[in-house]
């Protein structure tokens, strides 16, 4: 994917001359693949949106890859990654086989791309890799053995080791999102903060945060009652809510957001989680980036403003 992924760039900037500017040379659509099946939140919505929003920024040719059903037989799961530049986990679920594993791993050693969103960071908890791709992650009885919490404090990340659960999440509701890394590509062009659509906001995610970059954060207000983790309320602080993560050679754009609720089907819209255009922008902008170490995409004049959320 690392060859695939450099013509995509040389393509662009052979063929742009001052007749043709680069935004109008056609290349090689970038090949992805949404990886989903089992996820206790609605994944027949999200991988159908994730296909949807990908394939219409014209960059993308999508494939969805569906895993067994929970508790179905794993023997012929064997999804092809190295045929991708960008693979979107939209999983969380029975383990995979360890040959599969395995070969995920080596995809992502050697350049591969990988995005994932919300209640995938509750899967593989014993899966040293996944958890390493994913930087951080929540539930699935991680604590202290999982890595440190992952904070942001003055200005900064920060790891704190303190022992605890992982894991909680602030009753849906519209917040604000802080730009904290306005130089990298997925977030050139982004407000400095801009309100997203009513969603879950988790807090004290905790993992090995290697290689670990936060780009956006969200405040948890200690006013809102909080669940399915051990505080009962918002934690206070600023929490991630995008970021990437160096794997290898390889990229993962992660976010926090995206709720959609488990056996959703499909026509049950509206979700304004990933409805939101700001939700919709990141995972676009992120998943090229995954894909090309690049972001090519304009910032749409729809995109949420500091006060107004701005749904589909
Ligand atoms: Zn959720």
């Excluded at 662009?12 to 056609?26: D, I, K, M």
């Excluded at 994730?50 to 037989?73: A, C, H, Q, R």
């Excluded at 990229?251 to 488990?262: E, L, Q, S």
């Excluded at 902008?285 to 910032?299: F, K």
Aim: hydrophobic content about 35%.
């Amino acid at each position: 994917m690392r060859f695939r992924t450099l013509c995509h760039l040389l393509i662009g900037c052979t063929l742009a001359t001052a007749e043709q500017p680069l935004h109008a040379v056609q290349t090689d659509p970038l090949q992805a693949m949404v990886l989903t099946g089992q996820n206790n939140h609605g994944w027949q919505v999200l991988s159908a949106h994730y296909k949807n929003i990908l394939e219409e920024t014209g960059l993308f040719e999508v494939d969805v890859v569906t895993s067994p059903p929970p508790g179905g037989d794993m023997t012929d799961f064997a999804p092809d990654f190295s045929r991708y530049d960008v693979v979107v986990i939209e999983y969380n679920g029975d383990e995979w086989p360890a040959t599969v594993k395995r070969s995920f791993e080596r995809y992502m050693e050697h350049g591969g791309g990988m995005v994932y969103a919300h209640a995938v960071n509750h899967t593989f908890t014993d899966w040293p890799a996944f958890n390493e791709m994913m930087g951080i992650g929540g539930w699935g009885g991680r604590d202290e053995s999982a890595g440190p919490y992952v904070k942001y404090r003055d200005g900064k990340m920060v790891l704190d080791h303190r022992p605890g659960h992982a894991g909680e999440c602030v009753d849906a509701h519209a917040f604000s999102v802080v730009t904290r890394d306005t130089a990298h590509p997925i977030m050139r062009g982004l407000p400095s903060a801009w309100l997203h659509g009513t969603d879950e906001l988790y807090s004290n995610q905790r993992g090995p945060a290697k290689n670990m970059t936060i780009l956006a954060t969200a405040y948890s207000d200690p006013a809102r009652e909080a669940h399915w983790g051990v505080e009962t309320h918002g934690t206070g602080e600023h929490e991630p809510m995008i970021y990437t993560i160096g794997y290898g050679e390889g990229r993962v754009f992660g976010t926090a957001m995206g709720h959609v609720d488990g056996g959703a089907p499909v026509d049950s819209e509206p979700w304004p989680a990933i409805d939101c255009v700001g939700f919709i922008t990141l995972i676009q902008r992120g998943t090229e980036w995954a894909a090309t170490g690049a972001v090519t995409q304009t910032v749409p004049d729809a995109f949420p403003t500091a006060t107004e959320v701005s749904l589909r």
